[in-house]
């Protein structure tokens, strides 16, 4: 291993450094003060910087110029006057979410409106952080940076030392708690209206959702609230896996559960959390068959249709 | 135990009187890879000098003949050095070098407080400032640095480990070893072992010992 002097900046190393120092500050502030909101902020942004550096710092490049990347390897462009410029926080963050599948949805939702307030206090006369109480948003920090703490081996500890830590994981609880109190409350809700109904009713609905859950659509699990078929929806993680199976190519992709709807009883429920709390939030896969043709081939066949409109019998 | 063995557990091994009439330096392409740092000889003589005699980025112009108190080397680089050979050419009987391995130097420091420490070199590097982790960690590997005199602590568990590292008296801790005969090497894991040096008195400011950076070990 080579010696080195200074640390890249947009290495893991450097950014989660000064995540943590950012982190400190903020700890420094009074909780209802618009410091301490606006310091998560920044801290989060760091964050997510580090995260996603630790696989290479060209993810964390601006790619709509190529010497941004080629900087972000270690090398020194030629360009004249060459600033190096890393990608808006906003892209990082969605880049987040496709390489790392314990980013979920929600924690991506929350970040995007968290750094959106440190920019609207940072360009604008407007004051985001003031009477932000912590209950909004605090839980979902913690969550968030626990996430992609631990996706690096790191953990709530490392950035907001031992007593924070603790504090944060009873906070992260009491979220947990409440989102499994608000979806119980809402299937048994779902259940007692269903239970209500008549017997024929139940039947017809029953044959419906059957009927309209299918596998295309999504994946078929049966209803916490009224037992019937239903269907989860989910995002993917991780790359798909390819095989040749009887000729056909068969695409399996991993996807993280993130959207519950039953078509009998109406029951619906958004968000990892809260599938998790209801015991939907096992992953599962997607499978797609494709022939070898329609998997390779390019749409040359679509060209020679170029410049007419759609099929139509002659009207 | 072996040479490697002794270097890898316990951060640094001796090799007494090891071709005392060969150059320093193919001794040390025998040993492993010479690290090649722009900024410095390749091959650098470490003499006694006083302290007035010395520019103050120098330990020796930080504490002339007296004590050099434990530290690795290059600790403000974001990677030092990771071995560091030591070799006799002239000897000095009664100059002792301290080695101490970093687990023993934090004993008694939380785990917590040794993971958050956080340092700033006291001067910018090639015009910045950065942040550095007392323990700095990847997948493969771990680098501890430490140094009083060229690292600031950038926050409070940084002054903890300081006061901890400070109060820690090299010619009383660790192994005490005496370079006294021409050749003998000691070669260090710069990552993992601090090291020092004691006072040098008047009738030892004749010694003599050249020190190279390797980047590899091949015992």
Known sequence: ?315 | MNDCQSLIEDGFTFLPELRPNATTISVAESLGVVASIPSMPTVYAIRPRLQHEAPRNVYSGNFGLGPFPFHTDLAHWHMPPRYILLRCLHPAAQVCTPVLHQEIALTGISSIAVRRALYQPRRKLDGRSSLLRLIQTTKATSLFRWDDVFLNPANEEAIEVANRLRSIQPERTGVQIFLKKRGDTLLLDNWSVLHGRSGVPGNSVNRLIERVYLTEVRL
Request: net charge negative.
């Open chain 1, 1 to 315: 291993m080579n010696t080195e002097k200074l640390p890249h900046e947009w290495s893991k190393e450097s950014l989660l450094n000064k995540a943590q120092r950012y982190a400190e500050t903020m700890l420094k502030q009074e909780r209802d003060s618009w410091e301490f909101g606006f310091w998560s902020a920044l801290t989060l942004e760091l964050l997510a910087r580090a995260v996603l550096a630790a696989t290479s710092p060209a993810l964390v490049a601006d790619n709509r110029d190529w010497d941004n990347i080629y900087y972000a390897l270690g090398h020194q462009p030629t360009t004249k006057k060459f600033k190096p410029k890393s990608a808006d926080t906003t892209d990082i963050l969605v880049r987040l979410q496709s390489v790392l599948p314990e980013f979920t949805r929600e924690m991506l939702s929350f970040s995007i409106t968290h750094v959106n307030r440190r920019n609207t206090e940072l360009h604008s006369g407007a004051l985001p952080f003031d009477g932000l109480g912590t209950s909004k948003w605090l839980s979902m920090f913690y969550a968030t940076s626990r996430a992609l703490l631990e996706s690096i081996g790191e953990d709530l500890p490392l950035l907001f030392g031992a007593a924070e830590a603790e504090a944060a994981e009873t906070l992260l609880q009491a979220l947990e708690d409440q989102a499994s109190k608000a979806v119980l409350g809402t299937i048994k809700a779902h259940r007692t209206v269903w239970e209500e109904k008549t017997e024929a009713e139940r039947k017809k609905l029953q044959k419906q959702s059957e009927t309209m859950a299918s596998r295309h659509w999504g994946h078929r699990v049966a209803c916490p609230s009224c037992s019937c078929t239903a269907l989860l929806h989910g995002t993917t993680i991780g790359i798909p896996t390819q095989s040749l199976e009887q000729d056909m190519i068969v695409e399996r992709q991993t996807m993280l559960p993130s959207k519950f709807e039953c078509l009998a009883c109406g029951l619906k429920v958004t968000g990892y959390s809260k599938l998790n709390s209801c015991d939907l939030g096992d992953t599962f896969t997607a499978t797609f068959r494709y022939d070898a043709v329609d998997y390779f081939a390019s749409d040359e066949d679509d060209e020679s249709y170029q410049g007419l409109e759609e099929d139509y019998n002659e009207y």
